[in-house]
């Protein structure tokens, strides 16, 4: 689908009219300073801004720029494959120039402080701002990276921000092709209930039943349906199985259609069939049949990236596993995943596009039921992966696939040992604890050194109770308090919580850090 000509006329202008680009400010440069500074020559490649934020709003502000923010890790899968594809892309390089684009790692000093700030948790998370600070839109990191330039040339161009196009639609207001195009590509996964609440899939419902007939709708109705199979317990998720079936069908039958709505077909292919039909019925036999079809082709269309055709072939395994989880998978199917996987493995030489890669993989293996050959290809990627720890807990996984507990404690081990930045050593060692507490809960001393390992860390981190950090903390102190369930491990969660106290004691009264540290391990949550 093209760009309505308005929308390129719009950025044409846009671009014309900036002239040469104001030089960006450096890592660690404040940017009233480098604003003094131009050049005309072509830049090579993007200058992200990596230092205080605030002056890069600042910055942004005083030259009339929009600003795109983007939060990432090293090690993560999806952030490796948005470098790979979207951001050396000269068409977003290109764009680059007439944005403020900053980068938030995970890992730096004050990140998750910002990520509560701008309600991100999940990486990769990706948002443009108007040149005032407002938000225009969070922007789909698991489209190809065509649509992903489209969309983002639309929230340049755009005229008021998504929510406000929102408001309006749900008002029965008028809304331009472009503002629904937004409103459907718009990454409901980050979202983060900034824009919609718990009605999430209600509400989306709503949009597809009043924009436009066509790809806009089918795409909104779609989103709709992952919404809904996604819904946490709890919420209540209305949907009409025959008319879910009879939407999936039709989508995934059409070529173009399923090429369009390639990342929400591949990444929840089991759940929306699931939500869409019944076990052993017709309904579900028909829609398995249409979406292994679609899956085929997809698995091998050269227009996709390496990791969205192997995404493809992991789907039919999910397919396949729907009615008969633990069932033996079609030889030929097992045959295509070894070949393909080493063609994928063979082919793929750059460091960012070989962590996604690798990583999608290695899980189409591991559900497969070929835990040998995922071990392989991981234990060979350790070597050349620039974050080799995130593979040791894919090891982990499939090690406690098998059975053997003691080999995936020791890659829990080997992970967080080798984890690299405060917020990622404290979720890799939140994961070994996790292992410990699931597969080795009778060794009470080792559970407890690990946690005190993990608590001194976050004595010294700045900022530690934030965001994604909070969210791992949480998880953590529910986990130790089921532990100790009855009182069986009294004494060790004692001596952990007065070392937590310890921690907190020494955050300003007034933090809102303070409540979520002595909320971790407090004899009430017990």
């Known amino acids: 689908m093209k760009i309505q000509s308005a929308s390129a006329a719009i950025i044409a202008t846009l671009i014309c009219a900036a002239g040469p680009a104001s030089a960006l400010p450096a890592a660690g440069q404040k940017p009233a300073a480098a604003a003094t500074t131009a050049t005309t020559a072509a830049v090579e490649g993007i200058n992200w801004y990596e230092g205080d934020v605030d002056a890069a709003f600042a910055f942004a ?29 000269q068409g977003f ?4 120039r007439f944005f403020v684009p900053v980068h938030i790692d995970g890992d730096s000093a004050g990140a998750q402080k910002l ?9 990769p ?90 790809d806009i709708a089918n795409r909104l109705a779609l ?83 390496k990791t969205d055709r192997l995404s493809a072939l992991a789907a039919q395994v999910s397919l396949a596993r729907i009615d008969n989880p633990d069932g033996a998978l079609p030889p030929a199917l097992l045959k295509e995943i070894k070949q393909k996987v080493a063609q994928a493995d063979s082919a793929t030489t750059d460091a960012f596009e070989r962590q996604s890669v690798i990583n999608t993989a290695a899980h189409a293996l591991s559900d497969a039921g070929l835990l040998d050959d995922s071990d392989n290809l991981l234990k060979a990627e350790l070597k050349r992966s620039h974050a080799p720890y995130y593979f040791m807990l894919s090891l982990a996984s499939n090690a406690k696939k098998r059975g053997d507990k003691g080999a995936a404690i020791s890659w829990y081990e080997q992970a967080y040992q080798a984890a690299q930045g405060p917020a990622t050593r404290l979720q890799w060692g939140v994961t070994y604890l996790s292992g410990l507490l699931e597969l080795a809960p009778q060794d009470e001393a080792r ?35 089921a532990w100790n369930n009855g009182g069986s491990h009294q004494a060790a969660v004692g001596r952990l919580r007065a070392q937590l106290d310890g921690v907190c004691s020494k955050l300003p009264t007034a933090d809102a850090q303070r409540a979520t540290c002595q909320g971790l391990l407090s004899p009430t949550q017990a």
């Open 125 to 214: 998370t990706m948002i443009l701002f108007k040149p005032d600070g407002t938000e225009i839109t969070r922007l789909p990191g698991e489209v190809d990276a065509e649509r992903y330039l489209q969309t983002l040339t639309l929230g340049i161009s755009a005229n008021r921000p998504v929510r406000q196009i929102l408001q309006a639609a749900l008002a029965g207001g008028k809304l331009s092709p472009d503002e629904w195009r937004l409103l459907a590509y718009y990454s409901w996964d980050t979202d983060e209930q900034q824009l919609v609440g718990k009605d999430l899939p209600a509400t989306l419902k709503r949009l597809a039943a009043a924009s436009p007939a066509g």
């Open 93 to 96: 390089i290109e764009r680059s």
């Open 447 to 481: 559970i407890e050194k690990v946690a005190h390992g993990v608590f001194q860390e976050l004595g010294g981190t700045q900022n530690a109770f934030y965001e994604r950090n909070r969210s791992v903390l949480e998880r953590l102190g529910q986990k130790l308090t």
């Open 223 to 305: 989103s709709a349906l992952v919404a809904a199979a996604n819904a946490k317990p709890g919420t209540v998720a209305t949907v009409d199985k025959a008319a879910a079936a009879a939407q999936l069908n039709k989508t995934l039958a059409d070529v173009r259609s399923s090429r369009e709505n390639m990342d929400i077909l591949t990444n929840y292919p089991a759940e929306l069939v699931q939500l869409a039909s019944d076990p052993k019925s017709a309904a579900r036999t028909k829609l398995l049949a249409a979406a292994n079809l679609a899956m085929q082709r997809l698995s091998v269309d050269a227009s996709l990236s």
């Open 115 to 123: 990520g509560e700030r701008f309600k991100v948790r999940g990486y």
């Open 61 to 89: 502000k005083a030259n009339n720029k929009p600003l795109f923010l983007y939060w990432g890790a090293t090690w993560c899968p999806p952030c490796n494959q948005v470098k790979a594809t979207i951001f050396n892309r």
